[in-house]
């Protein structure tokens, strides 16, 4: 697919793809913007982004093609601004944007086989579901807990143990979710903003590259370029006939909090771990207790 390599090879293109997706999406001027002419495309034109930044039309367009160009911080700024952009998605405009280094874009270690000896004591401390991930959201450890919330990652083949290619493949994780629309946006959001860092890496771009070549839903959110930093939230899982914990529960989904805990090397590994939330009732509390004592 020749398109894919296009979206994930280089920061440039990425950028401009990201700089399109946002203009598009833009609150589009009043009354036909500053030409008054009938508009046929969604969003900003070009010369109305440039205007309102206080930029030449050409310099910006050649910004959107990809073309070398090297924008200053004040400039990446007014185009912020002017996109309304939150600060994930600032963030990453300029990690995007940022010149490149000397020895070229920079490669992630070799894939990581095995977490972190911290992270899995930590993982081995837990009593509710947790497991641990790599940027590339590999899974590289989990509890028993874990299994019986989501699916049996010892099951799963080494090779497709990534979150982000179960949560558009595996039938059977794609089934534990209550909403896996919201599911799948929340993860291409996440994953785009840990690749961010890996721009280039052969291993993010075969990752991205399959997905892009094998699932319409995926090819459809990534080119929202939708970015988010997120490190907790709340995830609505269906537990039905799973364990003790919902034997006797009446149906309907566990509602349960996540968060992450990062690894402070340079593996950039996470640990994400599930809890009732405080906002929750004790029902939400035993059924997470009986799934977790069904984990042994």
């Not at 994930?8 to 399109?20: K, N, P, Q, T």
């Not at 969003?43 to 959107?64: F, I, K, N």
């Not at 019986?148 to 979710?177: E, I, Q």
């Not at 992450?260 to 950039?268: D, E, M």
Request: proline share 5%; with cysteine; hydrophobic share 40%.
């Amino acid at each position: 697919m020749s398109g894919a390599r296009g979206i994930v090879s280089d920061r440039r293109s990425e950028l401009a793809d990201f700089l399109r997706g946002r203009r598009t999406r833009a609150a589009p001027l009043p009354g036909g913007g500053f030409t008054g002419k009938r508009r046929r495309t969604p969003g900003l034109r070009r010369e109305e982004l440039a205007q309102l930044a206080g930029l030449s039309v050409d310099w910006y367009t050649r910004l959107e093609q990809g073309r070398d160009v090297n924008p200053s911080r004040e400039t990446l700024e007014a185009i912020a601004r002017v996109l309304k952009l939150d600060e994930d998605e600032r963030g990453h405009l300029f990690y995007l944007a940022r010149p490149e280094p000397a020895g070229g874009t920079a490669r992630s270690p070799a894939r990581q086989e095995r977490a972190e000896p911290a992270m899995t004591r930590a993982l081995e401390a837990m009593r509710v579901p947790a497991l641990v991930f790599s940027p590339r959201f590999d899974v590289l450890a989990w509890n028993g807990a874990a299994c019986r919330l989501l699916v049996d990652f010892g099951d799963v083949p080494s090779r497709k143990r990534n979150l982000l290619w179960m949560t558009f493949h595996h039938a059977g994780y794609r089934a534990c979710y209550a909403d896996i629309g919201v599911i799948e946006r929340e993860a291409v959001a996440s994953f785009r903003f840990s690749a961010s860092s890996y721009v280039g890496d052969p291993e993010f771009d075969a990752l991205i590259a399959g997905l892009l070549e094998t699932n319409e839903a995926f090819r459809a959110l990534w080119a929202r370029h939708e970015v988010r930093a997120k490190v907790s939230g709340i995830k609505a899982f269906r537990i039905e006939g799973r364990g003790a914990g919902d034997r006797d529960a009446g149906g309907g989904p566990l509602v349960l909090e996540w968060h992450t805990l990062a690894s402070t090397t340079s593996s950039r590994q996470q640990l994400v771990y599930y809890t009732t939330r405080s906002a929750g009732g004790p029902e939400d509390e035993r059924r997470l207790a009986a799934l977790c004592e069904d984990a042994g």
